[in-house]
Every structure is written in structure tokens, then in C-alpha cells.
Nanobody, 124 residues
């Protein structure tokens, strides 16, 4: 079993930056592929970014490419999502997800474990 706890969400003005974190516990973090998803009110959960177990491969949704950066620190069992140039459309609950594997995955159903989410609100 893996427990995931997100933190770092909050309110930020458009154009600002925010970093959300996800701390994992319960199993060997370095053996897990990690991903970030988000869900806005009335919308489906969507892929934001994914990272392989080593951190050597990453993937981003087109809507965040060039603005967001996913990274991980296996020594701290933590994955991060640095969000720059935030837009009002980035407002959502951001979820961390994990699964065993070596590469990255972009579909929600491919992930086994989920955190409770952290709210990110971008004001105009």
C-alpha cells in the first residue's frame, strides 16, 4: 500500500508561481512512476504531468508545456510540480498519483494510488 499526501496548494494571481508537493510513504518510492492530474469543477480529471521512476523521462499535457515542471527526489520520497505563469484556467484540485513501473503513464486509469488532492486557485 502507498499513501500519498499533497501539499502546497493555495491562491495565487495570474502570472504567478506555485509549487505543489506529494509525499509518499508505505513502499519503495523509487520503484513507482508518478503523475499529476487535475480536476476543475464540472470537468473530468485530466493529465498534467508524469515522471518515470528515475526522473529521466517526463511528459506534459500541451496546456502546461513550457510552464510546469515535474520533478522527484527519491531520497525524500517526494514528487513536485513547479507551476509558473499560472493562468485562471489552471484553477483545479491537483492530484498526485502513483503506480509501479519504469516509464510514465498519462491516463488516470493506469494509476493505482491517489492522494486526496490540493486546491490551486488562480485569480485574475
Amino acid at each position: 500500500q502507498v499513501q500519498l499526501v499533497e501539499s502546497g496548494g493555495g491562491l495565487v494571481q495570474a502570472g504567478g508561481s506555485l509549487r505543489v508537493s506529494c509525499a509518499a510513504s508505505g513502499r519503495t518510492f523509487s520503484s513507482f512512476v508518478m503523475g499529476w492530474f487535475r480536476q476543475a469543477p464540472g470537468k473530468e480529471r485530466e493529465f498534467v504531468a508524469g515522471i518515470s521512476w528515475s526522473g529521466g523521462r517526463t511528459s506534459y499535457a500541451d496546456s502546461v508545456k513550457g510552464r510546469f515542471t515535474i520533478s522527484r527526489d527519491n531520497a525524500k520520497n517526494t514528487v513536485y510540480l513547479q507551476m509558473n505563469s499560472l493562468e485562471v484556467e489552471d484553477t483545479a484540485v491537483y492530484y498526485c498519483a502513483a503506480r509501479s513501473g519504469s516509464d510514465y503513464y498519462i491516463r488516470a486509469y493506469e494509476y493505482t494510488y491517489w492522494g486526496q488532492g490540493t486546491q490551486v486557485t488562480v485569480s485574475s
